[in-house]
Nanobody, 120 residues
Framework: QVQLVESGGGLVQAGGSLRLSCVAS????????MGWYRQGPGKGREQVTS???????YYADAVKGRFTISRDNAKNTLYLQMNSLKPEDTAMYYC??????????????WGQGTQVTVSS
């Protein structure tokens, strides 16, 4: 099993920045891809960004150019730097990990989530 613990969420004004962190523990040797999902008020959970074991990255169109994902394997930590935040970025952000180099909906480890609120 893999445990994921997020931190770094909070309240920020539009245009501001936040950095989320996610520390992995447990069977971390089994982790390949990692990423961030979010779920806004009244919306479904959506993938925001991901990074493969080799460093290949994916970004949703809504966050391209504003968010940056990175991982420090020595610290078992995943990061999400969020700049130029918009009110529509308000959501619960979840760290995710996969044993594959992609995410399959029925085989994802989830963190408990960290709330990001962007005021206008």
């Amino acid at each position: 099993q893999v445990q994921l613990v997020e931190s770094g969420g909070g309240l920020v004004q539009a245009g501001g920045s936040l950095r989320l962190s996610c520390v992995a523990s447990g069977s971390i040797f089994s982790i390949s891809a990692m990423g961030w999902y979010r779920q806004g008020p009244g919306k479904g959970r959506e993938q925001v960004t991901s990074i493969s074991s080799s460093g290949w990255t994916y970004y949703a169109d809504a966050v391209k150019g504003r968010f940056t994902i990175s991982r420090d394997n020595a610290k078992n930590t995943l990061y999400l730097q969020m700049n130029s935040l918009k009110p529509e970025d308000t959501a619960m952000y979840y760290c995710a990990a996969s044993r594959r180099d992609y995410f399959r909906s029925d085989d994802i480890y989830w963190g408990q989530g960290t709330q990001v609120t962007v005021s206008s």
